[in-house]
């Protein structure tokens, strides 16, 4: 349960922060320059290191720092690096698809009247979401699995629990449980992504013809 728990509340900010970072790298106004800079710097950053490290990083490092009126649990701090970490990912995930809409659905909601802003929220958003979310399932497959790296700063989730089973009574069944209960949470989101981008497919292919 602690490792869907996880798993949930990342998912909800990551969903909110991935995209406003994309809409921010996606901006092309002059005064817009340091928030775009801003947003890659962070895509680039959290890209580039690895998730384990950013995890042991805040985990460790924030409570070390002994700072008043800051949580040391060890579950806040797993989750947020998993949500720093994943947001990268997922912002990426979310600009491709914006950027995947054809420039000529931009002026046309121009010449109808619509802002810039008007345009991204009711033509541009709404197709590029549905074109990555396949994408955006498998980044939450491999989201759910990476919850058990917060089993690095000690709280109970399935692989702690496995290792302190298998530590206690020398029989390694319980490794074996803990990957069939990943297995069984990650399989339905597995063939909800199968089945989207086969509905996607057939989509493509019946506009094309």
């Known amino acids: 349960?602690?490792?869907?728990?996880?798993?949930?509340?990342?998912?909800?900010?990551?969903?909110?922060l991935s995209l406003l970072i994309a809409l921010g790298r996606g901006l092309r106004a002059p005064v817009a320059l340091p928030v775009r800079i801003m947003c890659t710097v962070y895509v680039d950053f959290f890209r580039g290191v690895p998730t384990i490290l950013v995890i042991l990083l805040l985990g460790f490092g924030?409570?070390?720092?002994?700072?008043?009126?800051?949580?040391?649990?060890?579950?806040?701090?797993g989750t947020v690096a998993l949500i720093l970490s994943y947001t990268a990912y997922v912002a990426e995930v979310y600009r491709a698809g914006i950027?995947?809409?054809?420039?000529?659905?931009?002026?046309?909601?121009?010449?109808?009247?619509?802002?810039?802003?008007?345009?991204?929220?009711?033509?541009?958003l709404p197709q590029a979401v549905r074109r990555v979310i396949p994408p955006l399932l498998n980044d939450f497959i491999?989201?759910?699995?990476?919850?058990?790296?917060?089993?690095?700063l000690g709280p109970i989730e399935v692989l702690r629990s496995a290792q302190i089973n298998a530590s206690a009574n020398f029989n390694y069944t319980a490794y074996v449980v803990a990957a069939l209960l990943?297995?069984?949470?990650?399989?339905?989101?597995?063939?909800?992504?199968?089945?989207?981008?086969?509905?996607?497919?057939?989509?493509?292919?019946?506009?094309?013809m």
Do not use: C
């Open 99 to 124: 950027e995947s809409i054809h420039p000529s659905q931009r002026a046309a909601a121009r010449s109808l009247g619509l802002s810039s802003m008007q345009t991204t929220r009711y033509v541009v």
């Open 1 to 16: 349960m602690l490792n869907i728990k996880i798993f949930l509340v990342a998912e909800f900010f990551i969903l909110i």
């Open 142 to 152: 491999a989201l759910q699995k990476e919850t058990a790296l917060v089993s690095l």
């Open 62 to 77: 924030v409570p070390a720092l002994q700072l008043k009126g800051v949580t040391n649990s060890p579950v806040v701090w």
């Open 182 to 208: 990943f297995v069984a949470i990650t399989l339905p989101l597995t063939r909800l992504t199968d089945w989207l981008q086969r509905r996607d497919t057939r989509r493509r292919m019946a506009g094309a």
